[in-house]
C-alpha cells in the first residue's frame, strides 16, 4: 500500500510563509508540516520507500527537504490545473492500494491508525465539528455510504467534514484514472479531487471512516495555523 501526500499546492492564504516554499513546508512547531505527517506513518509501521509526495509549487525545495527514503514526484500541471491532476499523477505511477492524503491537516496519531488496507474505497470523515461553507461536507445515502462530497452541501444535508485523507484500492485504480482523465478531457482538470470521487461513487459509493473527537485540523490561513501550533503542542511527537 502507498500513502501519497498532496503537496502541490502554493497556498496563497499563507503568505508571505509561503512567498518561496510550497504550504506543505510551513514549519508547525518548529518543522515542516509535511514531516508531521511523514512522522506519524513511520510511527505506524509505514517504511519511506512507500511514502510518495506529489508536489508542484516550489518543488526543489520540496525535494531537498523531503527525507531520502520518501519517494517525490513532481506534478508539471499544478500551475494549470486543481488537485484532481495531482492525485492522477500518484495513481500513475503506482499500481497499487493507495491511500491520499492532504499535506495541509495535521492530526494526532490515532487518525493514522485508521489508514489501513479495505476491500472498498473510504474516507475519513469528522462528525463533531461546526459546518460551515468552507468545510468539504460529505452526504451519506441510505446505506451509510458516501455519494457526496461537496462544500455547497447544507450543513443539514451532511453527515460531516471530510477531513483529507482517503482509500482507494487498486481495484479501482484504473476507474478512477479513467474518471480524472474524462474529466480533463471534459475541461473540468479545475476541479477538486473530491469531485473524481463524486464520479467514482455513482458506481461505487464510499465507506466513511470516524475520526469524531480526534484532534486535527486543516491548514488554508493564519488563523489555521495557529490552531495547528496549538493542537501540535497537545499531540507533540507522539
Known amino acids: 500500500m502507498k500513502y501519497a501526500i498532496l503537496a502541490a499546492g502554493e497556498g496563497r492564504r499563507l503568505r508571505p510563509l509561503t512567498d518561496q516554499k510550497p504550504k506543505a513546508l510551513v514549519p508547525v512547531a518548529g518543522k515542516p508540516l509535511l514531516y508531521w505527517q511523514i512522522e506519524a506513518l513511520e510511527r505506524r509501521g509505514v517504511r519511506q520507500s512507500d511514502i510518495i509526495v506529489v508536489g508542484g509549487y516550489g518543488f526543489e525545495n520540496l525535494r531537498k527537504v523531503a527525507p531520502d527514503g520518501v519517494q517525490v514526484l513532481y506534478n508539471p ?5 486543481n488537485n484532481v491532476l495531482t492525485v492522477y499523477f500518484a495513481l500513475l505511477h503506482y499500481d497499487d492500494d493507495l491511500v491520499v492524503m492532504n499535506s495541509d491537516v495535521i492530526a494526532e496519531d490515532r487518525i493514522f491508525g485508521l489508514l489501513r488496507y479495505a476491500e472498498y474505497p473510504y474516507a475519513v470523515i469528522d462528525r463533531t465539528v461546526n459546518l460551515s461553507t ?5 452526504k ?5 455510504r ?3 462530497f461537496s462544500k455547497y452541501l447544507s450543513p443539514q444535508e451532511a453527515v460531516g467534514e471530510y477531513m483529507g485523507f482517503s482509500f482507494i ?3 479501482l485504480r484504473r476507474n478512477l484514472l479513467d474518471i480524472i482523465v474524462h474529466m480533463q478531457r471534459n475541461g473540468e482538470a479545475h476541479k477538486w479531487y473530491e469531485d473524481a470521487f463524486n464520479y467514482l461513487c455513482q458506481q461505487y459509493p464510499m465507506d466513511p ?4 473527537n480526534m484532534l486535527w485540523t486543516e491548514i488554508d490561513t493564519h488563523e489555521d495555523l495557529r490552531k495547528a501550533e496549538h493542537i501540535a503542542t497537545m499531540i507533540g511527537g507522539n
Open 140 to 144: 451519506l445515502d441510505a446505506s451509510n
Open 169 to 171: 484500492p487498486k481495484a
Open 134 to 138: 468552507e468545510e468539504m461536507k460529505v
Open 209 to 212: 471512516v470516524y475520526c469524531d
Open 77 to 81: 500541471l499544478w500551475n494549470s490545473a
Open 146 to 148: 458516501i455519494v457526496l
